[in-house]
């Protein structure tokens, strides 16, 4: 399957963004979907995954709260709405799926992954 990441900007401190994720080339409901992100210098980590079904949702503890992933199968689109951002929420945020049938938060279980988008919160 093929990704292609969009959304992604400037904001303040506070705001709110959505990223938004297009799968193509592949059967989407075969797939558990998953953002991840990697700030300047550090380890891509993950930040938020959905079951195939979007009945099952995984998130980083530093989200919680603040962020949903979700998904529209008939579109075959993954979504990540981010609000009460933080400047730590700084990153380049990558959509990616997993074949495995089971959330993940490993990246090594994610065989397919967009571009990426960069979200800039500014302090």
């Known amino acids: 399957v093929q990704l292609q990441a969009s959304g992604g900007g400037l904001v303040q401190a506070g705001g709110s963004l959505r990223l938004s994720c297009a799968a193509s080339g592949g059967t989407f409901t075969r797939y558990v979907m998953a953002w991840f992100r990697q700030a300047p210098g550090k380890e891509r980590e993950f930040v938020a995954a959905i079951s195939w079904s979007g009945a099952s949702t995984t998130y980083l503890d530093s989200v919680k709260g603040r962020f949903t992933i979700s998904r529209d199968n008939a579109k075959n689109m993954v979504y990540l709405q981010m609000t009460s951002l933080k400047p730590e929420d700084t990153a380049v945020y990558f959509c990616?799926?997993?074949?495995?049938?089971?959330?993940?938060?490993?990246?090594?279980?994610?065989?397919?992954w967009g571009q990426g988008t960069l979200v800039t919160v500014s302090s």
């Open positions: 990616a799926a997993s074949s495995k049938g089971y959330i993940s938060l490993a990246r090594a279980e994610f065989g397919s």
